[in-house]
């Protein structure tokens, strides 16, 4: 059974950071690439980063450019999503996900497996 846990949201003052851990169990992370997508209440979801099985990344939201990096531990079967300056557009429950295929050059948000999801709220 393949599981993907996301963990480290929180809430947190405009321009503090936080990191996301995924953890997944069930298959090996070496196989497949990562993506980190967000879903704000209200809004569609909108898919950040892929960071693909070597640990290359594709940016796909220009929001968070300079901002969040993303990597990854395949000896841990963890991916990581660090969010720095956060600010009140980055609320969101934030979702990782793995598709057997490499980074797209657009985004597509197609994933073969998700996770459950963990809340960023950001407030002072």
């Known amino acids: 059974q393949v599981q993907l846990v996301e963990s480290g949201g929180g809430l947190v003052q405009p321009g503090s950071s936080l990191r996301l851990s995924c953890v997944v169990s069930?298959?090996?992370?070496?196989?497949?690439?990562v993506g980190w997508l967000r879903q704000a209440p209200g809004k569609k979801r909108e898919e950040l980063f892929c960071i693909g099985r070597r640990g290359n990344s594709r940016l796909y939201a220009d929001a968070v450019s300079g901002r969040f990096t993303v990597s990854r531990d395949n000896t841990k079967n963890a991916a990581y999503l660090q969010m720095d300056a956060l600010n009140p557009v980055d609320p969101a429950t934030y979702y990782c996900?793995?598709?057997?295929?490499?980074?797209?050059?657009?985004?597509?948000?197609?994933?073969?497996?998700w996770g459950q999801g963990t809340q960023v709220t950001v407030s002072s």
């Open positions: 996900a793995l598709h057997h295929t490499s980074c797209p050059e657009v985004s597509e948000g197609f994933y073969d497996y």
């Open positions: 069930g298959l090996a992370l070496r196989d497949y690439r």
